[in-house]
C-alpha cells in the first residue's frame, strides 16, 4: 500500500458519509465519548485543579495549533481533543466561582449533545418542526411564571443576555416611532434611555449598535446596596424632557453583575407608566429566582415589564448558551424585524405560518438552544430547579454569615447579600493595622489581583474580582453552580487566606 493511501485510511475521509463509514465513525466516536467522559468525571473530582494555567505564548508554543493542507490523521484529531480539554477550565468543578455560568447538567448536556447531532436551524417549522414547537410551549411557561396572563406575549431565545437586551431597546423604540424601521434614526427625535449606574455594560453597547449613542444612555444612581434609586430616575428623565430629548427607554436590573441587587421594580414601573415609558428587566442574572417561591418576591412588580431578559444558562444551570428575551406585547417582534424573505418564509405554504419564527429574530441562521433547557425542565421538575436555586442562596448566606464578622474580612455594602453574590474585602495582616487610610487603600487594591493569580497558578480555585465606583478591587464570590457545598465554601475562605497571609 503506497504511503499516501495508508495515510488516507486514518483520516476523516473513511468516516460517514463514506461508503462502509460506520464502523470507523462508531469507533472513532466511541473514542471521542470517552475522552468526554474521563473529562467529566475528573471535572467533580475536588483533588483535580480547576485550571491547568499558561500564559497565552506558552501556550501557543506547547502544541501545534496552526490549520494545515494536508488532512490529519484520526490519531491526530483525538490528541487535539485531549489537548485542549487538558488547558480548559474546569467550570463544572464544585470550586470554580469565577463567572455567572457554572457547573455542568448531565441531562443538558445529553440533550445539547442531540442538538448538534441534528444540525438544523430554528427559522423555520419546515426545517426544526419540535424544536419550535418546544420554543413555544417553553417561552409560554416562562410567560406564566413572570406573571403575565395566559402566558400571552411573545419571546425568543437568543445568543446571550446582550443581545436579548438590544432586542428590547430595538422592540421599545419601533413601539414609540415605527417609521424608524424604514427611515432610520434621522426620522426621529433625539432618543434616551435610563439605568442604574451598576447595570450590565450591554445596554450601552446595544445602543451603540442602534446608533442610538453611549451618550444617550443615562446612568441613574444606585443606594449603597446597588439598588436603583427611583427618586433620581424619576428626576433625570424630566431633565431629559425639558432638554427636549424623548425617554423611550428604562432597563431595571433584576440582579446586577457585581453586587447581585434587584432594582424596585414596582417604583419603577409607576414612573414608566406615568411617562409613557418601556419597562424593560434585565433579569439575565436574577430572572431565574422566579422559580423559588421562597425568592420570586425579589421581583415583584415584574409582571408590569414591557419585556424581561433571562438566562437560564446562569442561575438553572442549563449549558451555554440559553438567553430568553420575553415580551409582554404579542406581534410586536414580527412587525419590527420582519423582511418577508421569499426564499424561507413562502405565504402558501401547507402549514399554520406562525410557526415560522424566524423572521422575528435579527439573525438568519439561529442556533437551537432550547432543547437543553426543555429537556432539564422535563427532567428536574419546577421543583428541581427550585431546590437547586433555594441550596446556591443557602450557600452564599452561609459565606456571609461566616465572613462578616472574621477577622481579615471587611463586607463591601451592609446587610445580607440579595442574590448569590457576596461582595468582600480580605485585609491580609501586613495591612489590617495601617494607620494611614490611603495608603491601606492602596494596598488593599492590590490584594484581590495577587490572590487571584495565585489561585490560577496552583489551579486549586477561581473567584472574580474588580473595582467599584470608588471602591478598590474586592472580591466578587457568585454562587450558581449545583454541585458547591457548606465544604467548598470552607475552603475557598482557607484558601484566600493561604495565598494572601504573606501581602
Known amino acids: 500500500m503506497h504511503t499516501n493511501e495508508m495515510k488516507t485510511t486514518r483520516t476523516t475521509y473513511y468516516l460517514l458519509p463514506a461508503m462502509d463509514g460506520d464502523t470507523k465513525t462508531m469507533t472513532f466516536l466511541q473514542e471521542v465519548v470517552d475522552i468526554l467522559m474521563a473529562y467529566i468525571v475528573e471535572s467533580f473530582d475536588r483533588e483535580t485543579k480547576?485550571?491547568?494555567?499558561?500564559?497565552?505564548?506558552?501556550?501557543?508554543?506547547?502544541?501545534?495549533?496552526?490549520?494545515?493542507?494536508?488532512?490529519?490523521?484520526?490519531?491526530?484529531?483525538?490528541?487535539?481533543?485531549?489537548?485542549?480539554?487538558?488547558?480548559?477550565i474546569k467550570t463544572a468543578h464544585p470550586r470554580y466561582f469565577n463567572q455567572l455560568s457554572t457547573?455542568?447538567?448531565?441531562?443538558?448536556?445529553?440533550?445539547?449533545?442531540?442538538?448538534?447531532?441534528?444540525?438544523?436551524?430554528?427559522?423555520t417549522y419546515e426545517v426544526a418542526p419540535v424544536f419550535v414547537l418546544l420554543e413555544y410551549v417553553t417561552l409560554k411557561k416562562m410567560r406564566e411564571i413572570i406573571g403575565w396572563p395566559d402566558g400571552r406575549g411573545d419571546g425568543i431565545f437568543s445568543?446571550?443576555?446582550?443581545?436579548?437586551?438590544?432586542?428590547?431597546?430595538?422592540?421599545?423604540?419601533?413601539?414609540?416611532f415605527p417609521e424608524v424601521k424604514e427611515k432610520g434614526m434621522s426620522s426621529v427625535p433625539r432618543l434616551v434611555a435610563f439605568t442604574s449606574e451598576h447595570s450590565h455594560f450591554s445596554i450601552k453597547k446595544g445602543a451603540a449598535a442602534l446608533g442610538i449613542g453611549t451618550e444617550s444612555v443615562i446612568c441613574i444612581k444606585a443606594d449603597e446596596s446597588g439598588k436603583l434609586v427611583p427618586a433620581d430616575l424619576e428626576r433625570r428623565i424630566l431633565e431629559a424632557k425639558q432638554k427636549g430629548f424623548v425617554p423611550f427607554f428604562v432597563s431595571a436590573t433584576a440582579g446586577t453583575t457585581v453586587y447581585g441587587a434587584f432594582d424596585p421594580l414596582i417604583a419603577i414601573s409607576d414612573i414608566c407608566k406615568k411617562y409613557n415609558i418601556w419597562m424593560h428587566v434585565d433579569g439575565a442574572w436574577g430572572g431565574s429566582l422566579l422559580m423559588s417561591r421562597r425568592h420570586r418576591w425579589k421581583l415583584d412588580g415584574v409582571e408590569r415589564a414591557n419585556s424581561v431578559t433571562?438566562?437560564?444558562?446562569?442561575?438553572?444551570?442549563?449549558?451555554?448558551?440559553?438567553?430568553?428575551?420575553?415580551?409582554?406585547?404579542?406581534?410586536?417582534?414580527?412587525?419590527?424585524?420582519?423582511?418577508?424573505?421569499?426564499?424561507?418564509?413562502?405565504?402558501?405554504?401547507?402549514?399554520?405560518?406562525?410557526?415560522?419564527?424566524?423572521?422575528?429574530a435579527l439573525q438568519c441562521g439561529r442556533h437551537v438552544d432550547i432543547f437543553k433547557l426543555w429537556l432539564m425542565w422535563r427532567?428536574?421538575?419546577?421543583?428541581?430547579?427550585?431546590?437547586?436555586?433555594?441550596?446556591?442562596?443557602?450557600?452564599?448566606?452561609?459565606?456571609?454569615n461566616k465572613?462578616?464578622?472574621?477577622?481579615?474580612?471587611?463586607?463591601?455594602?451592609?446587610?445580607?447579600?440579595?442574590?448569590?453574590?457576596?461582595?468582600?474585602?480580605?485585609?491580609?495582616?501586613?495591612?489590617?493595622?495601617?494607620?494611614?487610610?490611603?495608603?491601606?487603600?492602596?494596598?488593599?487594591?492590590?490584594?484581590?489581583?495577587v490572590i487571584k493569580a495565585r489561585m490560577m497558578e496552583y489551579g486549586t480555585t477561581m473567584v472574580s474580582y474588580q473595582p467599584q465606583?470608588?471602591?478598590?478591587?474586592?472580591?466578587?464570590?457568585?454562587?450558581s453552580n449545583p454541585a458547591a457545598t457548606f465544604e467548598d465554601i470552607d475552603f475557598l475562605i482557607e484558601e484566600i487566606e493561604r495565598l494572601g497571609q504573606d501581602l
Open 310 to 360: 433571562w438566562n437560564p444558562h446562569k442561575m438553572m444551570s442549563v449549558p451555554l448558551q440559553c438567553s430568553a428575551l420575553l415580551v409582554r406585547e404579542e406581534g410586536l417582534m414580527q412587525n419590527c424585524n420582519q423582511m418577508h424573505a421569499c426564499y424561507l418564509f413562502q405565504q402558501d405554504k401547507h402549514y399554520d405560518l406562525s410557526y415560522d419564527t424566524g423572521d422575528k
Open 469 to 479: 465606583g470608588d471602591k478598590v478591587n474586592f472580591f466578587r464570590m457568585v454562587i
Open 50 to 88: 480547576v485550571i491547568d494555567f499558561h500564559y497565552p505564548n506558552e501556550l501557543l508554543q506547547m502544541n501545534n495549533w496552526e490549520l494545515q493542507d494536508e488532512p490529519a490523521t484520526l490519531d491526530d484529531i483525538l490528541i487535539s481533543c485531549r489537548a485542549t480539554l487538558k488547558y480548559a
Open 379 to 400: 427532567a428536574k421538575g419546577t421543583i428541581g430547579f427550585e431546590a437547586q436555586i433555594d441550596k446556591c442562596l443557602e450557600l452564599s448566606e452561609y459565606l456571609y
Open 159 to 176: 445568543p446571550g443576555g446582550a443581545i436579548s437586551n438590544m432586542y428590547a431597546m430595538l422592540l421599545a423604540r419601533f413601539k414609540m
Open 403 to 449: 465572613i462578616k464578622d472574621r477577622e481579615g474580612y471587611e463586607m463591601v455594602f451592609d446587610g445580607k447579600p440579595q442574590h448569590t453574590n457576596v461582595c468582600f474585602w480580605y485585609l491580609p495582616p501586613g495591612i489590617r493595622y495601617m494607620e494611614d487610610k490611603e495608603e491601606r487603600k492602596k494596598h488593599l487594591h492590590k490584594v484581590a489581583p
Open 103 to 123: 457547573g455542568l447538567d448531565m441531562v443538558g448536556l445529553a440533550a445539547d449533545w442531540l442538538t448538534s447531532t441534528a444540525n438544523t436551524n430554528m427559522f
